[in-house]
């Protein structure tokens, strides 16, 4: 079992750039979500999504779409990139009714903003 | 306001030692509480849960206390070893909120031999 796996592990953007962070899990989990984890912040929710076709906004969704086509994927993009991006993210899955079992997260991607 | 507040300042504790990290949180009503691991440069790694009606909670060296009146999680690890040098955050799931976890800041344990 591979788990959750983020890609890429690093990028560098220019502000007003635009990408997509990968995410794609193969534990049939229901739930997925993003966070965004900087210093003295903690790990802020972004978005997430209880199963396929169903999103909804977290903590700090503004300047981040994302949609859930399939169980397995959950991409985070990056409309226009600002400095205040700048992070590193975390995608985690969990068993929607099953929450002893905790999330499992991704290794992260450290995106830098310049 | 919402907080969950863990120490910031770093736990440096002596190996064999048990160390006890705490997470307070108000104006939340949670019904589970989590605890995580975090290695630096890698995602949490899920260690325990409890439920708001468990006052206690074990595994293996790991231990977790859950007072919903203080509002307050005690995460201890005794016979502690260097190899659990790392930062651990504490996250709140809601009744009625779904899967939504928040979390704490988490607190930085150092274990020196």
């Known amino acids: 079992n591979a788990g959750v796996t983020q890609t890429p592990k690093f990028q560098v953007l220019k502000t007003g750039q635009s990408m997509t962070l990968q995410c794609a899990q193969d534990m049939n989990h229901e739930y997925m979500s993003w966070y965004r984890q900087d210093p003295g912040m903690g790990l802020r929710l972004i978005h997430y999504s209880v199963g396929a076709g169903i999103t909804d906004q977290g903590e700090v969704p503004n300047g981040y779409n994302v949609s859930r086509s399939t169980t397995e994927d959950f991409p985070l993009r990056l409309l226009s990139a600002a400095p205040s991006q700048t992070s590193v993210y975390f995608c985690?899955?969990?068993?929607?009714?099953?929450?002893?079992?905790?999330?499992?997260f991704g290794s992260g991607t450290r995106l830098t903003v310049v | 306001s919402q907080k969950i507040e863990q120490n910031s300042e770093a736990l440096n504790i002596q190996e064999g030692k048990t160390a006890t990290l705490t997470c307070n949180y108000t104006n939340y009503s949670p019904a589970y509480l989590q605890w995580y691991r975090q290695d630096p440069g890698r995602g949490p790694v899920f260690l325990l849960l409890i439920r708001e009606n468990e006052k206690e909670k074990r595994k293996e060296r790991l231990k977790v206390t859950f007072d919903t009146t203080l509002k307050q999680s005690l995460f201890h690890i005794t016979a502690s070893q260097p190899a659990d040098s790392a930062t651990y955050l504490c996250a709140l799931l809601l009744t009625g909120g779904g899967n939504k976890l928040t979390f704490g800041t988490g607190t930085q344990l150092k274990v020196e031999l």
């Open positions: 985690a899955s969990s068993q929607r009714d099953r929450v002893k079992y905790g999330y499992t």
